[in-house]
């Protein structure tokens, strides 16, 4: 089945990091990409071609959410971020990089739920951690 996360989570726009789901099982995991682009106003600094360091967890986050929310269990519910543990920044990564992201459900509940994430670019991981959530 092709999932698409504009059907799956109400990000849009500049704010949805989530441009490509190649794999995904509901409530499990999921494998996509993230593509920043020149018109993204995320940057360090308004001239720099360098990104925010922390929004790859924000797009492993969005992907963590389109295999929750792909388990009918949950369709038509509202995701909150609880928070983030372990996060590692590692490498810098820049606009029109392809960020490559990969999200394993570690625990779900009813309620609450906790995952585990890794964005690369190329072989090199750029960032990784867990990700606490609520579903209400």
Request: proline fraction near 6%; aromatic fraction near 8%.
């Amino acid at each position: 089945m092709n999932y698409d996360a504009t059907e799956l989570i109400p990000h849009r726009g500049e704010m949805l990091f989530v441009h490509n789901i190649s794999s995904l099982e509901p409530g499990v995991s999921a494998i996509g990409e993230w593509h920043p682009s020149r018109h993204c106003w995320l940057r360090s600094h308004p001239n720099s071609t360098d990104m925010l360091p922390i929004l790859p967890m924000e797009a492993l986050a969005q992907l963590g959410a389109c295999a929750v929310f792909a388990f009918e269990r949950y369709r038509g519910r509202t995701p909150f971020l609880v928070g983030l543990e372990n996060v590692e920044l590692l490498h810098p990564y820049s606009i029109d990089s392809t960020v490559y992201l990969s999200v394993e459900i570690i625990s779900l509940g009813s309620r609450y739920g906790k995952a585990r994430g890794t964005a690369k670019v190329g072989a090199q991981t750029i960032c990784r951690g867990e990700i606490s959530f609520v579903v209400v």
